[in-house]
T-cell receptor, first 115, second 109 residues
Framework: KAGVTQTPRYLIKTRGQQVTLSCSPISGHRSVSWYQQTPGQGLQFLFEYFSETQRNKGNFPGRFSGRQFSNSRSEMNVSTLELGDSALYLC??????????????FGEGSWLTVV | GQQVMQIPQYQHVQEGEDFTTYCNSSTTLSNIQWYKQRPGGHPVFLIQLVKSGEVKKQKRLTFQFGEAKKNSSLHITATQTTDVGTYFCAGLGTYKYIFGTGTRLKVLA
């Protein structure tokens, strides 16, 4: 079966702009989590969506937001981009909401560069 | 807040040598997962440990979960160049996975 699909794979934005990243989970998976990966901070949890509801949120400013659609696809948005937002943004899907201890599967990520 | 630390941060080994990375949590974990991320790639799930003291093996890889469920280790026997990458542990805390800082493994042929 197809894996987790993230688009776009690479993008360059200017400070102050906003960006939307998309994630299509594995078919049948209803939970989508987003992570930010940077060399200095490692993998940091942004938020998780399950059944179109945000179930958990990490320690990121309100500029970072997300949503999930009825088909479980998810988008995350970052407004007023800062240089420090340059990172690999990873989407992960799982069958059910985290907390059940289920396996999470990562997409290949979206590389965002802010200039 | 919950923190998961991994040591060492980097490890260079000669091909054929063994390698171990350790993961320590500030709190008790419901379970722990291990991932491998190749350079330029994304994290790929390796294994999940749930029970206290659990040990699991995958070919040359041995995973262990501590008795107190606050630490874990990954041991690779006789490393190969294909083992190159960053190994992450992820502990299940309160409704989210907390990822360790990762151990970057380089294998010298």
């Amino acid at each position: 079966k197809a894996g987790v699909t993230q688009t776009p794979r690479y993008l360059i934005k200017t400070r102050g702009q906003q960006v939307t990243l998309s994630c299509s989970p594995i078919s049948g998976h209803r939970s989508v989590s987003w992570y930010q990966q940077t060399p200095g901070q490692g993998l940091q949890f942004l938020f998780e969506y399950f059944s179109e509801t945000q179930r958990n949120k990490g320690n990121f400013p309100g500029r970072f937001s997300g949503r999930q659609f009825s088909n479980s696809r998810s988008e995350m948005n970052v407004s007023t981009l800062e240089l420090g937002d340059s990172a690999l943004y990873l989407c992960a899907s799982s069958l059910v909401v985290t907390g059940a201890g289920n396996t999470i599967y990562f997409g290949e990520g979206s590389w965002l560069t802010v200039v | 807040g919950q923190q998961v630390m991994q040591i060492p941060q980097y490890q260079h080994v000669q091909e054929g040598e063994d390698f171990t990375t350790y993961c320590n949590s500030s709190t008790t974990l419901s379970n722990i997962q291990w991932y491998k991320q190749r350079p330029g790639g994304h994290p790929v799930f390796l294994i999940q440990l749930v029970k206290s003291g659990e040990v699991k093996k995958q070919k040359r890889l041995t995973f262990q979960f501590g008795e107190a469920k606050k630490n874990s280790s990954l041991h690779i026997t006789a490393t190969q160049t294909t083992d190159v990458g960053t190994y992450f542990c992820a502990g299940l805390g309160t409704y989210k996975y907390i990822f360790g800082t990762g151990t970057r493994l380089k294998v010298l042929a």
